[in-house]
């Protein structure tokens, strides 16, 4: 069973700086692209960044210059550093994965539970 797990949500003001992590777990094959994705309240669920397994990544243009995606295959871990947070960064911030479990099995995407990121004065 595949499990991914978010951590370093919480509440910053305007101009700070938050660090996301996830942590993959499980009997897996390869993790493929991975990448975050938020939802604000009311809003559908947009992508934030994505990095896929050579260190490519992919970002919002909302986000660019100011969020860094980053990943540790060894670990099987993805990042999301933070800085000049905004109030419109506000919200419920999910971890992706596209992981295939076997070699000869398609690979599918997991999600986090999410972490709430509140930016607010």
């Known amino acids: 069973q595949v499990e991914l797990v978010e951590s370093g949500g919480g509440l910053v003001q305007p101009g700070g700086s938050l660090r996301l992590s996830c942590a993959a777990s499980?009997?897996?094959?390869?993790?493929?692209?991975m990448g975050w994705y938020r939802q604000a309240p009311g809003e559908q669920r947009e992508l934030v960044a994505t990095?896929?397994?050579?260190?490519?990544?992919n970002y919002t243009d909302s986000v660019k210059g100011r969020f860094t995606i980053s990943r540790d295959n060894a670990k099987k871990m993805v990042y999301l550093q933070m800085n000049s947070l905004k109030p419109e960064d506000t919200g419920v911030y999910y971890c992706n994965a596209n992981i295939q479990l076997r070699s000869w099995t398609t690979a599918y995407d997991y999600w986090g539970q999410g972490t709430q990121v509140t930016i607010s004065s």
């Open positions: 499980g009997s897996f094959f390869r993790i493929n692209a």
């Open positions: 990095i896929i397994s050579s260190g490519s990544t």
